[in-house]
């Protein structure tokens, strides 16, 4: 994959996306504890502690890691319909200049 450093290992990577997962979970975890006792007792200020203390790691979390690999994907997938738009281009312009030599010789020999 383009953009990985020699110095890099899956192993590394794996281990970078089960923190950033684990915390992830964390997030959603205590968000949840927060929410329950925000129901319970109508106080949201569990809620707002919570979201402003983690809602900028996860943010940036997801980020990394759910942002960039798709779009990559798509310049990819974009890269190659161009390529044979291209060539399905290419083909129709050949055809047609045939076919209008063709029917031009057609013509004049009526």
């Known amino acids: 994959m383009a953009g990985k450093s020699p110095s890099s290992s899956p192993l590394l990577e794996d281990k970078q996306f089960l923190i950033a997962i684990a915390f992830i979970a964390g997030f959603f975890i205590l968000m949840s504890i927060s929410l329950v006792q925000y129901f319970v007792s109508a106080n949201l200020e569990a809620v707002k502690l919570v979201g402003a203390v983690f809602g900028g790691w996860v943010g940036a979390i997801m980020g990394f890691y759910f942002g960039q690999k798709p779009v990559e994907q798509v310049k990819q997938t ?15 312009k050949t055809q047609s200049t045939e076919m209008w030599q063709k029917f031009e010789k057609r013509k004049e020999k009526e």
């Open 78 to 92: 974009l890269d190659a319909e161009r390529q044979t738009t291209k060539e399905l281009t290419d083909y129709i």
